[in-house]
């Protein structure tokens, strides 16, 4: 199983809603991403766990929130979030935090906030 | 500290044609060099990489890619495009100083036309 599985695909919250992105692999892989990526852009780099551990936020607003319960699972918790936060959200995974191994990406959640 | 550089933000090129992507990056250590594709609506995938040993790298449909360290670039090939090869693609570079810190180029749309 080479894949990450992100789920929803798609989705459309309110400004006041909370909800959940998730991202799950199966490849023993210890080290997992959140990306964001705006159209026309590439991902930007939004959070690093190595060994369920949170090692790298850059700097991103408090309304998103990484969780990682286990070593296959990643979430990202959303809450208040702003039409600006609409985007492509992606999961990657990788063997270790190492600078020489390869990240594998999900499909993404496509989200729009209303 | 790393930065990636894609010259072309566009490329259209007539099916059957060779195309070239070109990506030139700045690092001051030994750099990890990726190419990834993004379909429309779709996640990241691999095409190739390079780390070390032979210069021309082979990827995944058709594609390959030539690192040049005097020229500090990493250039993306393919002989002849089909129309499923309409899509962005991106370069990307990781390297020690930056742990596993994938950065991005700006990306290439590719557009084949029949």
């Known amino acids: 199983d080479t894949e990450v599985t992100q789920t929803p695909k798609h989705l459309v919250m309110g400004m006041t809603n909370k909800k959940s992105l998730k991202c799950e692999q199966h490849?023993?892989?210890?080290?997992m991403y959140w990306y964001k990526q705006k159209a026309k852009k590439p991902p930007e780099l939004m959070f690093v766990y190595s060994y369920e551990k949170l090692s790298i936020n850059e700097s991103v607003p408090s309304r998103f929130s990484p969780e990682c319960p286990n070593s296959s699972l990643l979430n990202l918790h959303l809450h208040a979030l702003q039409p600006e936060d609409s985007a492509l959200y992606l999961c990657?995974?990788?063997?270790?935090?190492?600078?020489?191994?390869?990240?594998?990406f999900g499909q993404g959640t496509r989200l729009t906030v209303v | 500290a790393q930065s990636v550089t894609q010259l072309d933000s566009q490329v259209p090129v007539f099916e059957e044609a060779p195309v070239e992507l070109r990506c030139n990056y700045s690092s001051s250590v030994s750099v990890y060099l990726f190419w990834y594709v993004q379909y429309p609506n779709q996640g990241l995938q691999l095409l190739l990489k390079?780390?070390?040993?032979?210069?021309l790298v082979k990827g995944i449909n058709g594609f390959e890619a030539e690192f040049n360290k005097s020229q500090t670039s990493f250039h993306l090939r393919k002989p002849s495009v089909h129309i499923s090869d309409t899509a962005e693609y991106f370069c990307a570079v990781s390297d020690k100083a930056a742990g596993n810190k994938l950065t991005f180029g700006g990306g290439t749309r590719v557009l084949v036309k029949p």
């Open positions: 990657a995974s990788s063997l270790s935090r190492s600078w020489n191994t390869e990240a594998f």
């Open positions: 490849m023993g892989h210890r080290a």
């Open positions: 390079y780390l070390s040993g032979s210069t």
